[in-house]
């Protein structure tokens, strides 16, 4: 009698365990989406500076300042899902890679300070919103892994958990980063 | 700045003529040394044999007066060899910097990078502080211990870092405290097993794990903000670390903590002392002095430091 009691204790203790660990690893994945958030937000609300800045003088590239602020409008609506705010921020750090790489082009915009100023701070944006997204996948592996590994995946099934998305990490996301080349 | 080669070359040219004499002291002081270690361990055998009961107690002051004695014996070569020779060499590296021979990086800055437990005894010496391309650097020779108290009452101490300690300031703004420390876990119980007890470790902040293999392989992550911790070590950082490991063949800790950047290198040995029992125009021996001194001098370029890209002014 009092082995069987035993084991029915070891046993209720390992599904708590389990049970914990997997709330653990969800949360984790939502507490970072939030900082991820904060970020992506960060850098949306330096896009209309950036716009008034440089659109003075750039007289070509009228349509790439259009789709940024089309962009940022999108993505201030309410309610759009996690999916679309990762879709979202794809796009918007390429467009501002775009215009970053034309702002080349236009001597006194590169000279100009306001100009070097917000590329200091989006560089230092993007930088922060490249640690989110990293961490940020390592949570949501971290939570795939679980809710697929055997004992935890019996209970993620039960519970409805499902495998969470990643960001993809750009190949070209590096480049865009890296915006130490205008200072040249 | 000046590389290993240009150094060597300033090494063998520029110091010549003092490293000739200094090599003729040298020479004398080491038959000086025999001589006085000759004599001295034949009186304390003598005393030994007559009284045996005490042998323990001999074989303590044996020692401890022998290291005083050797001490006292190198102390004006080693001031000799330092002045002449270590000091002209960092100022060939970089004409600003400051070396002070008995100097060393401070306990609390020590402590402050939470790097080790703290130590009861911190020594060093050769301090050297300055500015690099606008970048702040100190760093100094470092041996940290701790105390041990055995029933009988008597201190043995053993040792907790003995080596190069560096800190320099860090080129991004930062609130967190991140420290990367050489990974012993996960090489010796490998990847599952290593991981998990690591994250168990409860002297430590979080276990951040990165995404970079060959660097999640050497180095183990913790810190307070998972996202900062990543901040500060961009992909960028992370091989330059990794590079600079390489080069120095050592341990390295590394810990972000308060906008500055500490780097200890775990050598076990005292860096930049003149050589004894080996020439000084050894080649093996003047290219440790002047590769250690390139290497932490040249930690400000090596990890890019000097890039203020940032909005970090």
Same mark, same amino acid.
């Given at each position: 009698?009092?082995?069987?009691?035993?084991?029915?204790?070891?046993?209720?203790?390992?599904?708590?365990?389990?049970?914990?660990?997997? &709330?653990?690893?969800?949360?984790?994945?939502?507490? !970072?989406?939030?900082?991820?958030? %904060?970020?992506?937000?960060?850098?949306?609300?330096?896009?209309?500076?950036?716009?008034?800045?440089?659109?003075?003088?750039?007289?070509?590239?009228?349509?790439?300042?259009?789709?940024?602020?089309?962009?940022?409008?999108? %993505?201030?609506?309410?309610?759009?899902?996690?999916?679309?705010?990762?879709?979202?921020?794809?796009?918007?750090?390429?467009?501002?890679?775009? &215009?970053?790489?034309?702002?080349?082009?236009?001597?006194?915009?590169?000279?100009?300070?306001?100009?070097?100023?917000?590329?200091?701070?989006?560089?230092?944006?993007?930088?922060? !919103? $490249?640690?989110? =997204?990293?961490?940020?996948?390592?949570?949501?592996?971290?939570?795939?892994?679980?809710?697929?590994?055997?004992?935890?995946?019996?209970?993620?099934?039960?519970?409805?958990?499902?495998?969470?998305?990643?960001?993809?990490?750009?190949?070209?996301? =590096?480049?865009?980063?890296?915006?130490?080349?205008?200072?040249? | 700045?000046?590389?290993? $080669?240009?150094?060597?070359?300033?090494?063998?040219?520029?110091?010549?003529?003092?490293?000739?004499?200094?090599?003729?002291?040298?020479?004398?002081?080491?038959?000086? !040394?025999?001589?006085?270690?000759?004599?001295?361990?034949?009186?304390?055998? #003598?005393?030994?044999?007559?009284?045996?009961?005490?042998?323990?107690?001999?074989?303590?002051?044996?020692?401890?007066?022998?290291?005083?004695?050797?001490?006292?014996? &190198?102390?004006?070569?080693?001031?000799?060899?330092?002045?002449?020779?270590?000091?002209?060499? +960092?100022?060939?590296?970089?004409?600003?910097?400051?070396?002070?021979?008995?100097?060393?990086?401070?306990?609390?800055?020590?402590?402050? @990078?939470?790097?080790?437990?703290?130590?009861?005894?911190?020594?060093?010496?050769?301090?050297?502080?300055?500015?690099?391309?606008?970048?702040?650097?100190?760093?100094?020779?470092?041996?940290?211990?701790?105390?041990?108290?055995?029933?009988?009452?008597?201190?043995?101490?053993?040792? #907790?870092?003995?080596? *190069?300690?560096?800190?320099?300031?860090?080129?991004?703004?930062?609130?967190?405290?991140?420290?990367?420390?050489?990974? @012993?876990?996960?090489?010796?119980?490998?990847? +599952?097993?290593?991981?998990?007890?690591?994250?168990?470790?409860?002297?430590?902040?979080?276990?951040?794990?990165?995404?970079?293999?060959?660097?999640?392989?050497?180095?183990?992550?913790?810190?307070?903000?998972?996202?900062? %911790?990543?901040?500060?070590?961009?992909?960028?950082?992370?091989?330059? *670390?990794?590079?600079?490991?390489?080069?120095?063949?050592?341990?390295?800790?590394?810990?972000?903590?308060?906008?500055?950047?500490?780097? %200890?290198?775990?050598?076990?040995?005292?860096?930049?002392?003149?050589?004894?029992?080996?020439?000084?125009?050894?080649?093996?021996?003047?290219?440790?002095?002047?590769?250690?001194?390139?290497?932490? !001098?040249?930690?400000?370029?090596?990890?890019?430091?000097?890039?203020?890209?940032?909005?970090?002014?």
């Amino acid at each position: 009698m009092s082995t069987s009691l035993i084991i029915l204790i070891i046993i209720l203790l390992i599904l708590v365990f389990m049970y914990n660990s997997l &709330i653990s690893k969800k949360n984790q994945v939502e507490n !970072i989406f939030g900082s991820v958030d %904060a970020v992506l937000k960060k850098r949306y609300d330096l896009i209309p500076n950036i716009v008034v800045a440089v659109s003075k003088y750039m007289t070509h590239e009228k349509s790439l300042l259009q789709e940024i602020t089309k962009l940022r409008a999108e %993505a201030n609506k309410p309610d759009i899902s996690d999916a679309q705010k990762i879709h979202l921020d794809a796009k918007v750090s390429s467009a501002l890679g775009s &215009i970053m790489i034309a702002v080349e082009n236009y001597p006194d915009l590169k000279a100009n300070e306001n100009v070097i100023h917000l590329q200091h701070t989006l560089n230092e944006v993007e930088e922060q !919103i $490249s640690a989110a =997204r990293r961490a940020y996948n390592q949570a949501v592996t971290d939570y795939n892994n679980t809710i697929e590994m055997i004992p935890t995946n019996f209970m993620a099934s039960y519970m409805k958990y499902t495998r969470k998305d990643v960001f993809e990490i750009v190949e070209n996301e =590096r480049k865009n980063i890296n915006v130490k080349e205008f200072f040249n | 700045m000046k590389d290993v $080669s240009e150094l060597t070359n300033f090494y063998y040219q520029k110091l010549f003529p003092t490293l000739e004499k200094l090599e003729d002291d040298r020479k004398t002081l080491r038959k000086k !040394i025999i001589i006085f270690g000759v004599i001295f361990t034949l009186i304390m055998l #003598i005393i030994a044999l007559a009284l045996k009961d005490f042998f323990d107690y001999i074989i303590f002051i044996y020692i401890a007066l022998g290291t005083i004695m050797y001490k006292f014996l &190198i102390k004006d070569y080693t001031h000799e060899f330092k002045q002449n020779i270590i000091k002209p060499l +960092i100022h060939a590296i970089d004409n600003n910097l400051l070396y002070t021979h008995k100097k060393h990086i401070s306990e609390h800055l020590f402590n402050h @990078s939470d790097l080790f437990s703290t130590p009861d005894r911190l020594g060093g010496n050769d301090y050297v502080q300055g500015n690099i391309d606008d970048t702040n650097i100190e760093f100094s020779d470092i041996h940290a211990q701790r105390r041990h108290r055995n029933s009988k009452g008597r201190d043995s101490w053993s040792t #907790i870092f003995k080596g *190069l300690f560096i800190i320099t300031e860090f080129n991004k703004n930062f609130t967190a405290q991140t420290v990367v420390l050489p990974d @012993s876990a996960q090489s010796s119980f490998g990847n +599952i097993i290593g991981n998990w007890l690591q994250s168990k470790n409860m002297a430590r902040d979080e276990l951040v794990k990165m995404d970079d293999s060959e660097f999640e392989k050497e180095f183990v992550v913790y810190s307070t903000d998972q996202i900062e %911790a990543r901040y500060i070590l961009s992909h960028s950082l992370m091989k330059r *670390l990794l590079t600079f490991k390489q080069k120095s063949s050592h341990p390295l800790h590394v810990s972000f903590i308060g906008s500055h950047i500490h780097l %200890a290198i775990e050598s076990n040995k005292d860096m930049f002392e003149p050589s004894i029992f080996s020439s000084l125009l050894d080649y093996k021996v003047a290219m440790e002095y002047v590769k250690t001194l390139h290497l932490a !001098i040249g930690i400000v370029e090596e990890l890019k430091l000097n890039q203020k890209i940032w909005s970090k002014r």
